[in-house]
């Protein structure tokens, strides 16, 4: 029983050198066959492959930090954009209200001087109305004087006196 | 010291080792003590053992119900469902060439002779060199040419730009892209410097391919597993011994004739183990797949006999009965033995590139600071 086991052993582990020279020659052909027609395609292909896909993610990767950046530039630029837009409202809120004001300041001091002018004008064409009907008056008392004293009566003289009756009137 | 070297080694190889190892120990362990039954239930004649190419001799045991190791064996014809196809014999002896059809015809020619299932030539001399055609040869043919034919089908589609322009169609494809990016990526390039690992990767994936095709051929009813064959796995050992050595730098070189950092006396008893090392490694190589496919192969023989030893003793009812429980059992097995397939291929790759990325390794022990930096980086990563 041992010896048919024993010899079982020694047939399974039998190193057979012919047909080891058979499997260098085929392994030597398969190789050969492999690595001249079969895998060089494969391992190019796969590797193209690759390299197509890292760099259409590296492509993809810098266009999204591109348009990232550029988006913080937009915003930036509207940022900016909107900051100038407040501060010339803001500016030119400013300006109108001091142009308002001084319009108004200046409307105020036409009105004044416009009052001022028409009161003197009206003082003057007072004046040069009273100074008028004074004349008015020293004519037509001088003119019903003459008719009454007709003669004798120095115009001048009369003149005179009339007026200072009239100065006198006036004052009263 | 002793720490010192172990910290050399890579301790995700050994992990990988123990782990294969730990398996295909059970597995051998499980595989003898079925053998060991089966045979001495069997009681297989002494004469059926000694030789593969013994025809003569199969016909006479008949007598036992079933021939565990006619199925191992290498044999000179091929097993088909419409029966054996014989093959032709070559033989060199001394300094000359004999080719027949077949083993008959070599007979018929008068040229050999049959001594115990041995042929002699007429003279009596041995035959020095047999280059017949064998069963196992016939399969590492199969096995080389259906890999060759699935990396040329492979081929044609990524010159046709399937897969290199788009993405890879159908599973065929798409199981043979998964398989060589493993290959390459998790095989390969985990232990084969980066920059040397395209070197290696052609043959490497085609060992791969090739192993794993023998393998599986050995799935088929009436196929052989070419790889459950001593010279086959010793063969292709070799190839990777070859490359290793091949592929040496000085550094390995230096580790292996004179260990850096070791002090003399300790040189004199750690350079033939060195040197013992070079060979024992591609020798597991060739005994782990061997064995493995072996025991995947005996087991499922011994199952299944033992139907036919169960009828033998007990009688038809017993043997068809219990026939389920074989059937059901060798179903899983059958399971297990197609992933075992793919996994001692893998494990043949993975340590062939292991064994090469170690010889490529360049590491300046000069520097003794250095050395010690990677001495605690090593103590910490084992605690």
Request: aromatic residues 10%; glycine residues 6%; negative net charge.
């Amino acid at each position: 029983m041992m010896m048919s086991l024993f010899l079982a052993g020694s047939s399974l582990l039998s190193f057979n050198t012919g047909f080891a020279i058979w499997i260098l020659i085929s392994l030597i052909v398969f190789l050969g066959i492999m690595y001249k027609f079969a895998l060089p395609p494969i391992i190019k292909g796969i590797e193209e492959r690759e390299t197509s896909i890292q760099s259409s993610l590296d492509a993809a990767e810098k266009a999204l930090r591109d348009a990232e950046k550029i988006a913080k530039d937009n915003e930036d630029v509207v940022r900016e954009a909107e900051r100038a837009a407040q501060k010339i409202r803001k500016e030119a809120t400013k300006e109108v209200e001091e142009f308002r004001a001084e319009r108004l300041e200046k409307a105020k001091e036409d009105a004044e001087k416009l009052i001022e002018d028409a009161k003197k004008s009206i003082d003057q064409e007072k004046q040069k109305a009273l100074n008028e009907l004074r004349k008015e008056v020293a004519d037509l008392t001088i003119e019903a004087t003459t008719r009454l004293l007709q003669k004798n009566v120095d115009s001048e003289t009369n003149r005179k006196l009339i007026d200072e009756t009239i100065n006198d009137l006036s004052k009263n | 010291m002793a720490k010192h070297y172990a910290a050399l080694a890579n301790p995700l190889v050994f992990q990988h080792v123990s782990v294969s190892q730990s398996l295909s120990s059970l597995r051998i362990a499980l595989a003898s003590i079925l053998f060991i039954v089966g045979w001495s239930l069997i009681g297989v004649p002494a004469n059926a053992t000694t030789t593969a190419y013994d025809e003569a001799a199969e016909t006479e045991e008949s007598s036992s119900p079933i021939d565990v190791m006619g199925k191992i064996a290498d044999h000179d014809y091929i097993e088909s469902p419409f029966g054996k196809v014989y093959l032709p014999r070559i033989f060199w002896v001394e300094g000359q060439l004999y080719t027949y059809a077949n083993t008959k015809k070599a007979l018929e020619s008068g040229e050999f002779i049959d001594k115990e299932g041995t042929l002699y030539r007429a003279d009596n001399t041995p035959v020095t060199i047999d280059m017949s055609i064998t069963s196992h040869l016939v399969y590492v043919w199969l096995g080389f040419i259906l890999a060759l034919l699935i990396s040329l089908w492979a081929a044609s589609r990524y010159r046709r730009g399937i897969g290199r322009t788009s993405a890879p169609k159908g599973a065929l494809h798409n199981i043979y892209e998964i398989l060589y990016l493993f290959i390459r990526d998790d095989v390969i390039q985990g232990y084969i410097p980066k920059e040397k690992a395209p070197r290696y990767t052609p043959l490497l994936f085609s060992m791969f391919m090739a192993i794993a095709f023998m393998n599986l051929f050995g799935l088929l009813p009436w196929a052989a597993t070419a790889t459950a064959d001593l010279t086959v796995t010793a063969t292709l050992a070799f190839v990777t011994f070859v490359v290793t050595q091949a592929s040496g730098t000085k550094t390995y070189w230096g580790h292996v004739f004179n260990f850096p950092g070791v002090p003399l006396l300790v040189k004199f008893i750690l350079t033939p183990v060195e040197i013992l090392g070079l060979f024992t490694k591609p020798l597991a190589l060739c005994f782990r797949l061997f064995a493995n496919m072996l025991s995947g192969k005996i087991m499922i023989i011994s199952i299944l006999g033992l139907i036919f030893i169960f009828t033998d003793l007990f009688g038809a009812t017993v043997g068809v009965g219990s026939s389920v429980i074989w059937v059901a059992l060798t179903s899983v097995l059958y399971i297990l033995k197609v992933f075992v397939a793919l996994l001692q291929a893998y494990i043949f790759t993975l340590l062939s590139a292991v064994f090469i990325g170690g010889a490529l390794e360049e590491h300046h022990h000069e520097e003794h600071d250095h050395d010690h930096e990677d001495l605690t980086k090593m103590d910490t990563v084992q605690a």
